[in-house]
């Protein structure tokens, strides 16, 4: 026993010493770095969501009690509502979990005064969002233009992606502007007119996007989720362009899928796998502009199942889009993200790996002479202490940032339900920032060598960038972020909001076609 003892403390010695190198000063110097550069980032995106809060509050004083759905209250006109050019909302289902039905409302009670049409696309009639959704239209019915479609199996393409190209075909022949969104996002009222207004002031804009604001469960996954989603937050709050594109939420010219302009629609029904990360690459290739409005950022609420499992599933899904490209250009692009995030991500974790060894070091140099002279003549507890007050900023940062973006969700939507940041565990966070950057370049080789994933049900193979062979495979449940089961039956109560009042009154201007589901 003894001698496992002192072979134990001679180790400690010895790794006490080497993560104080210089090579090993450096790697700790430089997680300090990535530390406090997220921190910059997150704090001058939290510069452009406040800009907008003091917008609305602004606005609010000057007597505009819409403010959350306008700037200037003259825009909810119906000489100017009448104008507003045709939307279709397309969204692909799979499956239905505890929050779709919360999620959908937000959609189709939307107040936006145009045109406006909804296409839910399914695989079959007998996913179980089918007949769920169809109760949910049937509610509706007086005051919405809506209908399910059924998409059937992809063959050639993911089956998102499938699902949007067929709702792009039945979309209205006057639909001037498509917006694609997932069934996870929780829309703001004002959300579409949003985006439509951007679309219409700067006709170059070739996306809009917006970026989720993960509500973690409670359990370690889901703040692995919520801590991977947030340094690329940072990208989507630029208030205009932006390089980053989330599939969540993307609206587009609907002339540029009938066209099939830069090969948009061909692009993704030849082979797609991701759709953001295929648009994105092709707005690049073509230098066409991708912009993200300030005011979207939509609630995310996590699945309060969601176990570690279902997260490294989803980190599985998210390292294998880089997998996937479109061209030369494209796949150099996607190798460099795979080298700079994997190094970037071991080089933001192997400082608290070295930070441990320097305080064990020092807990028990008082019981080892060996330990003790090692821990004595080394920088390692000064090297802990610059670490822990870089990570202290770096979560204040992103609590700070967390807070706004709350407090911005809280006013866009004022019927809502209220998002509160006192359910945010930040020791959880702290492990998860740890246990995410940790498992993500462990995920992305996985991917490059495997080149097959299973998403919801269904494995897709890549060849060349592109699918190549889809399995799909029989499952009891949906496995993701929204905690998708096959449930029951199930009635929901009618929605006797005043967000829902307005919606009903907005819609009436222009009169919709109705839609027998």
């Not at 246990?435 to 060849?463: E, K, M, T």
Request: hydrophobic residues 40%; glycine residues 6%.
């Amino acid at each position: 026993m003894a001698a496992m003892e002192a072979a134990a403390d001679a180790m400690l010695a010895a790794a006490s010493r080497a993560f104080t190198s210089t090579f090993a000063i450096a790697i700790q110097i430089q997680g300090c770095c990535i530390c406090l550069v997220l921190a910059l980032g997150w704090a001058a995106a939290s510069i452009v969501r406040k800009r907008v809060i003091k917008n609305m509050r602004r606005n609010i004083v000057d007597g505009n009690s819409f403010a959350f759905l306008c700037d200037n209250i003259d825009e909810l006109e119906h000489s100017v509502q009448e104008n507003l050019p045709r939307v279709s909302v397309i969204m692909p289902l799979k499956g239905f979990g505890e929050h779709n039905l919360q999620n959908w409302r937000t959609q189709i009670t939307s107040l936006y005064g145009g045109p406006l049409e909804f296409l839910f696309i399914v695989e079959s009639k007998d996913d179980p969002a089918y007949h769920a959704v169809s109760r949910l239209i049937a509610e509706y019915k007086d005051n919405l233009e809506a209908k399910v479609v059924v998409a059937g199996l992809s063959t050639t393409c993911s089956q998102k992606i499938h699902n949007q190209l067929i709702g792009v075909e039945k979309m209205h022949k006057d639909t001037k502007y498509v917006l694609f969104l997932d069934d996870d996002v929780r829309l703001h009222p004002g959300t579409i007119g949003a985006l439509t207004k951007e679309m219409e002031k700067n006709p170059e804009i070739f996306i809009q996007t917006g970026y989720p604001l993960d509500l973690p469960s409670g359990s370690l996954g889901s703040y692995c989720i919520y801590e991977y989603h947030m340094p690329c937050s940072m990208g989507f709050a630029t208030g205009g362009k932006t390089f980053f594109l989330w599939g969540g939420c993307m609206m587009m010219h609907a002339d540029d899928f009938r066209q099939d302009r830069y090969g948009v629609a061909s692009g993704l029904r030849d082979g797609g796998y991701s759709d953001d990360m295929t648009l994105a690459a092709i707005a690049g290739q073509h230098k066409r502009l991708i912009s993200s409005p300030p005011v979207a950022v939509f609630p995310h609420p996590l699945a309060s199942d969601l176990s570690f499992s279902r997260y490294w599933n989803y980190l599985r899904k998210q390292t294998f889009v880089l997998e996937s490209y479109v061209s030369n250009v494209n796949w150099m692009m996607n190798r460099a993200l795979f080298t700079s995030h994997c190094y970037l991500s071991w080089g933001f974790v192997c400082p608290y790996i070295m930070a441990l060894v320097h305080v064990l070091a020092a807990l028990r140099a008082p019981y080892n002479k060996v330990v003790k002279e090692a821990s004595d003549s080394s920088w390692g507890l000064f090297l802990v202490g610059l670490l822990f007050i870089c990570t202290l900023i770096e979560l204040v940062s992103m609590w700070n940032l967390t807070k706004v973006e709350i407090q911005l969700c809280n006013m866009l939507s004022p019927e809502g339900p209220k998002v509160s940041l006192d359910s945010y565990n930040w020791g959880l966070v702290f492990i998860a920032v740890l246990v995410d950057n940790f498992l993500y370049p462990i995920s992305a080789f996985r991917s490059h060598f495997s080149q097959s994933i299973n998403w919801s049900g269904i494995r897709y193979y890549l060849r060349d960038g592109k699918i190549s062979k889809i399995e799909r495979e029989n499952s009891s449940k949906y496995t993701d972020l929204g905690g998708k089961h096959l449930y029951g039956k199930r009635t929901y109560p009618p929605n006797k909001s005043l967000l829902g009042y307005l919606s009903r009154t907005l819609v009436q201007w222009h009169q919709p076609k109705k839609y027998d589901v």
